[in-house]
């Protein structure tokens, strides 16, 4: 059984979270556990208070830091290329809000989430534990992974790559998953998820367009462009 955040429901937000799952289930998200996870986690919280009206349309939204909250389709689209297991250890790439890390920790996965801007993870933080979700945060560039933790069985990105990082393909067990977004920095990316197959091999695979802010780094974008 998955452990579901635990705060205080209140039924019109509730409503309109149905509705967005129903909406989902609609744009052809179809695993069980993502939109199990999507009902329960109350992506609300993760906004400023007086947007919270927002929370649940099927979009985008500014969380400060020029930074943004992915839309929901896209944290459910990325979820579900994860394929992961109750138990699971991924690494998310990209913090932001902490939504996306909420999200995947109600699936049951044990998640370590690092961000670049240490304002978003001490507010990311803030909420999580309101919501006592397990997991853990860290401040640093992303592109490099997280050695200390490795190796893992599912890697997020959830910012715009310009190139597949050959450091996150190494952080991977055998039969690990790495789900980044590579294209421009400013236009579209095209989801791509990279199985490892052996300690030499990979399989790729190539998903529809997406648009995220840019990844940064030493193995993203040049923090200055
Ligand atoms: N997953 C987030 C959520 O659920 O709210 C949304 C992430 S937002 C679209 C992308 C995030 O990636 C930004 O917060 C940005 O600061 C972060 N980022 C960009 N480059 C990074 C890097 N090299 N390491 C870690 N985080 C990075």
Redesign the pocket.
Known sequence: MFKRPNFSENPKLAGLRNKLVKELKAKGISSPAVLDAIAHVPRHL?FPSDFENFAYRDA?FP?G??????QPYT?AFQSQLLQIFPGEKVL????????????LSTMGAEVH?????KA?VIS?NRVLKILDIPMKTYV????LGLPSQKPFDAIIV??GAPSVPETLIKQLKINGRLVIPVGDEQNIQKMYRITRTSLTETKTEVFGDFK?????????WTMNS
């Open positions: 993760f985008a969380i830091n020029g930074q943004t909250i992915s944290v998310e790439i990209g913090t932001g809000s902490g939504y996306q890390a909420a999200v989430s690092i961000e670049l801007i978003l990311a640093g560039d992303g592109t959830t910012a995220f802010v840019p990844l940064l780094g030493e193995n993203g």
